[in-house]
């Protein structure tokens, strides 16, 4: 265990070098952020302007909503993207041999060997906007803190499947595309799930568990969430984790690396 | 205990059969036909601890496939394989620890960072201390002569020396077991020469057991005492480089000069014209006829001058990998 924290820190550290190498590019990824954010403040703006409200969602509380999807946007940028798209690479062009011929988990070496800091500034924006608005509905401290729970779930969740559509790649080696739809999916979580018709929030919820993403948590900092719903975001999240790594093993029967 | 032991070795893939044109592609796509490819057949040898041994064959011969295979990245179809004491493909830690691959064309630093940030994430990777990864490091630093490269950003370095940190990458853990795929790949002549320095060294230093493929045969001949030569799957040779030229080819060549141009047709009649420049022309003649041709040829042509060689290694095992034979 602790082998894999020195590991770690060994990763961040040195991808942090290579990436801060391009000091032109943090201003860009901070205009980039900050654009998206107007963007969709814009578009949450629409549907309040006139006085319409999501059943139950004002609008400070639909900001908390949008605050976590845009946490969300950060982290996969800062932590998912970077990896989890570089799978593809190695599969491609065999390198993923030095990755399985190396004594140490190699979905833990996939998944974190590097990280990027670009999307920092989507990360700190998301908590802004959370506590902003928390602070204007007068969320208690205790909130922001039961709600870091949830929150880690439906990182643990985002992961999971975003590392099996990645690991398809096994079979179909031209598969960069699919995470592109896995990201247009989540574009759903925008928004409280009383936006969508009744069919759609099933599919949100239990087939692209968006809701465990965005709602569920947002409703946990409101003080609304319910124990029911939390212990199903740390089932759901648990199952995905193992999910992806039994699916991983099996992946990896089928790996025959790119003949050279 | 051998260092590598393998057992009837054998990998066979499904590859998909696909006619050419569009009828071909619409067939493919609604019922494919698969074709059974036998990479490797049933190969069988033995390496003692120390040896260097080079593994020869030409492009799809199942060179790559049976290196895969005693590092453990793929299953083998049929047969026994043990390497360092390890069944390779349960990629335990003990086994990865053991061994190291290098692939000429594949590599592992990162590119926009200097070399020794890879080297560190190694390092913590294998669990090696500090104290022991500094004295390991300035040791193959030194033997590679690499003093100074190792801050300088990877893409910075020369194709001869990104090899040379990239030999250094899978050698920090001082593996027992090396498997090298075409590490001379690209190099020019002199970075192929201090490569080749290093491996006999660090051969000779750590008394590590080498498996290296090239197509460069001054590899072979410089740095292998035997060598395997692999050809459509199967083994067709075992033994020592020297053997390997007896075997193959019981051949001699014979250089003539003569005194007026003769045509191709004419001089093809006394053995395999292999060279023809101007009025020099060059044979290869078996070695039981030998003495019969040559009187033939003195006989029979106006000579200058005539002198029998050994053919070049080169050309024998090029001639080898090519067709599985010599003639």
Redo the contacts between chains.
Sequence with gaps: MERYWHVLKLFWATALAAELEYRVNFLIATLSSVGGLAGSLFGLFLFYRTGYTFQNWNWEQALIVLGMFTLLQGFSATFLAPNLNRIVRHIQQGTLDFVLLKPINSQFWLSTHTVSPWGMPDLLFGAVMIVYAGNRLGVEAQNYLLGLLPIGFGFVMLYSLWFMLGAMSIWFVKIYNVTEVLRGLLEAGRFPMVAYPMGYRIFFTFVVPVAFLTTIPAEVILGRGSVGWLAGAAVLAGFLLWASSAFWQFALRFYTSASS | MSAILAENLSKF?PVAVKEPGLKGTLQHFFRRTYRNIKAVQAISFQIEPGEIVGFLGANGAGK?TTL?ML?????PSEGKVNVAGHVPFQ?K?AF??K???V?G????L?W??PAL??L???A????IGDRDFQRQVDELTEMLSLEGKLTQPVRKLSLGERMKAELLAALVHQPQVLFL?EPTLGLDVNAQVSVRDFLREYNQRYQATVLLTSHYMADITALCQRVLVIHQGQLIYDGSLDGLVDRFAPCREVEVELAVPYSHDRLSLYGDLEAIDGRVAKFLVPQESLTRTVAKILSDLEVVDLAVTEPPIEEVIGRVLQSGSVV
């Design positions: 893939y790559t895969k590092t453990g990245l793929i299953h990629r830690s990865l620890r061994i190291t691959l692939m064309q594949k590599q592992q990162i926009d960072l940030d890879s560190r994430i190694n913590a990777v294998y669990g795929d």
